[in-house]
């Protein structure tokens, strides 16, 4: 295999609570995450000559030179891009397994950054799984979860629910079986249980703004944490609500909007926010709510919305 496609796709929060601050001072959660059919589209290419040529930027990771190519103007792209922190990762976890020398490694970046909805996760997620097809699967699926954990809370998610919505194209994979839409996910993100998908459409809007999830996280230190046992499975509940809403005008006065004038059966920020995504049952209701929102956040030239699916299911499933 000379090149390989993935979709990257976005992941959204059913459910988000914070219950406590370890040691390490990362935080445990109990969240519900769900895929969305909303994606940027990553190839990874060997390169068959020197790829200098190329006006990217270029990271030698222990032997694997990559190249990252995006036309993106808001996404980073230099040794902070989590593209190249995942490529790493896989380096570091295939302990000498042949390796292609260079690849160039291209992002078409469509979702928004720092919104909630792990677009930069997906992209690592997206690349290691890539980079393992490339490589001819020297790495299962909780291999490459593992590996992830070093990379961000959600990749490990994103490397579970993305092999799952690219399965036609990662068949070969060891462990692709157990990939599924949907887990609760403990921990601090590295817990990763398939659950039954909760199938809906929904529209995800973006204020426009960006929310950084490491202040969101030290913020809950001083507004506390959830009183919940590990097991709940409450679903449509984010603990984070109560500090991104407080601090983005913008993302509350999208999300009161989306309650008040749309006929959602649930609305609630993804993640750390500022995204709101609203659910529906019914598509046809969500059809034709997408064009009232348009219509109702018209002066808002940053707001983006999208209509899309959550909960995919194979058929048969």
């Given at each position: 295999?000379?090149?390989?496609?993935?979709?990257?796709?976005?992941?959204?929060?059913?459910?988000?609570?914070?219950?406590?601050k370890r040691p390490d001072g990362y935080h445990e959660i109990v969240s519900f995450m769900?895929?969305?059919?909303?994606?940027?589209?990553?190839?990874?290419?060997?390169?068959?000559?020197?790829?200098?040529?190329?006006?990217?930027?270029?990271?030698?990771?222990?032997?694997?030179?990559?190249?990252?190519?995006?036309?993106?103007?808001?996404?980073?792209?230099?040794?902070?891009?989590?593209?190249?922190?995942?490529?790493?990762?896989?380096?570091?976890?295939?302990?000498?397994?042949?390796?292609?020398?260079?690849?160039?490694?291209?992002?078409?970046?469509?979702?928004?950054?720092?919104?909630?909805?792990?677009?930069?996760?997906?992209?690592?997620?997206?690349?290691?799984?890539?980079?393992?097809?490339?490589?001819?699967?020297?790495?299962?699926?909780?291999?490459?979860?593992?590996?992830?954990?070093?990379?961000?809370?959600?990749?490990?998610?994103?490397?579970?629910?993305?092999?799952?919505?690219?399965?036609?194209?990662?068949?070969?994979?060891?462990?692709?079986?157990?990939?599924?839409?949907?887990?609760?996910?403990?921990?601090?993100?590295?817990?990763?249980?398939?659950?039954?998908?909760?199938?809906?459409?929904?529209?995800?809007?973006?204020?426009?703004?960006?929310?950084?999830?490491?202040?969101?996280?030290?913020?809950?230190?001083?507004?506390?944490?959830?009183?919940?046992?590990?097991?709940?499975?409450?679903?449509?509940?984010?603990?984070?609500?109560?500090?991104?809403?407080?601090?983005?005008?913008?993302?509350?006065?999208?999300?009161?909007?989306?309650?008040?004038?749309?006929?959602?059966?649930?609305?609630?920020?993804?993640?750390?926010?500022?995204?709101?995504?609203?659910?529906?049952?019914?598509?046809?209701?969500?059809?034709?709510?997408?064009?009232?929102?348009?219509?109702?956040?018209?002066?808002?030239?940053?707001?983006?919305?999208?209509?899309?699916?959550?909960?995919?299911?194979?058929?048969?499933?």
């Open positions: 295999m000379e090149s390989i496609t993935l979709n990257a796709h976005a992941k959204i929060n059913l459910s988000l609570r914070i219950i406590g769900q895929g969305t059919g909303l994606h940027d589209v990553v190839t990874i290419k060997k390169c068959s000559e020197n790829a200098t040529k190329y006006t990217c930027t270029r990271c030698n990771l222990n032997g694997l030179l990559v190249y990252l190519c995006t036309a993106s103007e808001t996404m980073p792209t230099d040794k902070s891009n989590l593209a190249f922190k995942g490529a790493d990762a896989f380096v570091k976890a295939c302990e000498g397994s042949s390796l292609p020398g260079e690849v160039i490694v291209d992002i078409d970046k469509r979702l928004p950054v720092a919104a909630g909805i792990a677009g930069g996760s997906g992209n690592a997620a997206a690349v290691m799984l890539g980079l393992n097809a490339l490589a001819s699967y020297p790495l299962s699926l909780r291999d490459l979860m593992k590996a992830g954990e070093a990379v961000g809370a959600d990749v490990p998610f994103s490397i579970f629910m993305n092999a799952y919505r690219n399965r036609n194209a990662l068949k070969e994979l060891r462990g692709i079986e157990e990939a599924k839409d949907s887990a609760w996910i403990g921990g601090i993100g590295e817990i990763v249980e398939a659950a039954e998908p909760v199938t809906r459409m929904v529209i995800l809007a973006n204020p426009g703004t960006g929310v950084s999830t490491r202040a969101a996280y030290e913020a809950m230190d001083s507004i506390g944490y959830s009183d919940i046992d590990k097991t709940d499975r409450s679903l449509f509940v984010n603990d984070m609500e109560s500090y991104t809403l407080n601090e983005h005008a913008k993302a509350a006065e999208l999300k009161r909007i989306m309650q008040e004038k749309l006929s959602a059966d649930e609305v609630l920020m993804s993640g750390s926010g500022p995204s709101i995504v609203a659910y529906y049952n019914d598509g046809d209701k969500a059809s034709k709510d997408i064009k009232l929102l348009a219509e109702l956040t018209r002066a808002e030239r940053d707001i983006r919305m999208w209509l899309s699916d959550t909960g995919n299911k194979m058929q048969g499933e």
